[in-house]
């Protein structure tokens, strides 16, 4: 399978590029240390620069690996690093990868989540060999129901994750895209 790994890219408010570890007083203020946007992506709270430096460690790390999809979404405008999108799962052998992603709360409703999404999408449609796209969020979290909703995804009953350890996606909303 065709890789690509994390290249940057610009959308209209948005530069999407590899995390490097000047990110971490960004991610601290906007994002990374917010108890309300971690709880809703479901990753730990990162409360400190020696937290955050070693977590940006690990991803810095991973990508000399081609299948490694990781960005940091930077407002533009600002400079700050306001949120990420990820491949938080890759499964080469069916072509297909799972979407994860969050921003700042302060950047809520500002439609920063589908922008970089939407990016994200063409670029791995037009420089890799995925041929589809998985993404879900947790019934109760509609703010990243929102984003799913409005994106070019659309509701499927599962996605690759539940099939492969035979779990049903009990209170979790699927989504998908196929090239």
């Known amino acids: 399978m065709k890789h690509a790994g994390t290249q940057p890219m610009d959308t209209q408010r948005l530069h999407l590029r590899p995390f490097r570890i000047e990110d971490s007083a960004s991610m601290l203020e906007n994002w990374i240390a917010d108890p309300a946007v971690q709880h809703e992506y479901g990753e730990p709270v990162y409360s400190t620069f020696d937290e955050v430096n070693a977590q940006l460690e690990r991803w810095i790390s991973q ?43 302060s950047r809520w409703g500002k439609g920063y989540a589908n922008e970089a999404l939407s990016a994200v999408i063409a670029y791995a449609f037009e420089n890799t060999g995925f041929t589809k796209l998985e993404a879900y969020h947790r019934a109760e979290n509609r703010k990243s129901g929102r984003v799913l909703e409005k994106s070019s995804m659309h509701q499927v009953d599962t996605v690759r994750r539940f099939v492969l350890t035979g779990e049903s996606p009990a209170g979790e909303v699927c989504y998908c895209i196929e090239k």
Not at 89 to 104: F, L
């Open 63 to 105: 990508y000399s690996q081609p299948d490694f999809y990781r960005w940091a979404i930077i407002e533009t405008a600002t400079d700050a690093c306001i949120g990420q999108i990820a491949f938080c799962r890759v499964y080469s052998d069916v072509k297909t990868a799972e979407i994860e992603y969050c921003i700042g709360q």
